[in-house]
T-cell receptor, first 113, second 110 residues
Framework: GAVVSQHPSRVICKSGTSVKIECRSLDFQATTMFWYRQFPKQSLMLMATSNEGSKATYEQGVEKDKFLINHASLTLSTLTVTSAHPEDSSFYIC?????????FGPGTRLTVL | RKEVEQDPGPFNVPEGATVAFNCTYSNSASQSFFWYRQDCRKEPKLLMSVYSSGNEDGRFTAQLNRASQYISLLIRDSKLSDSATYLCVVRSDSWGKLQFGAGTQVVVTP
C-alpha cells in the first residue's frame, strides 16, 4: 500500500514554544491530507483538511491561528502547533488518500511540559 | 450524540474463540464503512472495508445494516496477535473525511 511518513515521531517541548510536524506521502501525490489528534483512550478527531495550494479547512472548535497548516506541495503538508501548552499534548496523526483508501502516517507524540 | 459509537470493551477472548462487536453511526447519509485496527501507541491500519452485502477476509467477517445504522465485526479462531483496538470508521462525504469511533479493545488470552 501507499506510504505516509511523519516527522518527528516524538517531540517534547517547553510551554510557549512552537512545534512543526511534517507529513509526507512517499510514493504518491496527495492533493488532500488530513490532520487528526488523539487523546488517550479517545477516538481520532479530525482537526483539519489540508489542501495543496489553498487554505486548510478546519473543523469546528479547532483554532486555525494556533494550528497552522501548510500544504505547499503534492507530497508535503505541515502542521505547526504555535505557543504550545500542556493541554496540546496529544498524538497527532496525518493521513492521505490513495485510490480511495486512506493511509495514515505513524503519528507524532507531542508532550508539552 | 457521537457520530460513531462503539462499546469500548475490553472484550477478553480465549485464544481460538470467536468474538463479535458492533458499532452504530448517526448519519444515515454515510457512504462508506471500514474497520481499522490500532495497536497501542501506533497509527490505525485498515483491516477491511465493509460492503452492503457483508464481506469476509479470512477469519474476519464484517456486516452492514443500513436500516439500523450499525456495522459489525466478527473474529473467528482468535489469535494472540488479534489483541488490539478495533476502530469503526465511517465516511460521510466524497472528500474523504472519516469519522472514527473511540474503538473496541480486544484482548486475546492464551
Amino acid at each position: 500500500g501507499a506510504v505516509v511518513s511523519q516527522h518527528p515521531s516524538r517531540v517534547i517541548c517547553k510551554s510557549g514554544t512552537s512545534v512543526k510536524i511534517e507529513c509526507r506521502s512517499l510514493d504518491f501525490q496527495a492533493t488532500t491530507m488530513f490532520w487528526y489528534r488523539q487523546f488517550p483512550k479517545q477516538s481520532l478527531m479530525l482537526m483539519a483538511t489540508s489542501n495543496e495550494g489553498s487554505k486548510a479547512t478546519y473543523e469546528q472548535g479547532v483554532e486555525k491561528d494556533k494550528f497552522l497548516i501548510n500544504h505547499a506541495s503534492l507530497t508535503l503538508s505541515t502542521l505547526t502547533v504555535t505557543s504550545a501548552h500542556p493541554e496540546d499534548s496529544s498524538f497527532y496523526i496525518c493521513s492521505a488518500n490513495s485510490y480511495n483508501e486512506q493511509f495514515f502516517g505513524p503519528g507524532t507524540r507531542l508532550t508539552v511540559l | 450524540r457521537k457520530e460513531v459509537e462503539q462499546d469500548p470493551g475490553p472484550f477478553n477472548v480465549p485464544e481460538g474463540a470467536t468474538v463479535a462487536f458492533n458499532c452504530t453511526y448517526s448519519n444515515s447519509a454515510s457512504q462508506s464503512f471500514f474497520w481499522y485496527r490500532q495497536d497501542c501507541r501506533k497509527e490505525p491500519k485498515l483491516l477491511m472495508s465493509v460492503y452492503s452485502s457483508g464481506n469476509e477476509d479470512g477469519r474476519f467477517t464484517a456486516q452492514l445494516n443500513r436500516a439500523s445504522q450499525y456495522i459489525s465485526l466478527l473474529i473467528r479462531d482468535s489469535k494472540l496477535s488479534d489483541s488490539a483496538t478495533y476502530l469503526c470508521v465511517v465516511r460521510s462525504d466524497s472528500w474523504g473525511k472519516l469519522q472514527f469511533g473511540a474503538g473496541t479493545q480486544v484482548v486475546v488470552t492464551p
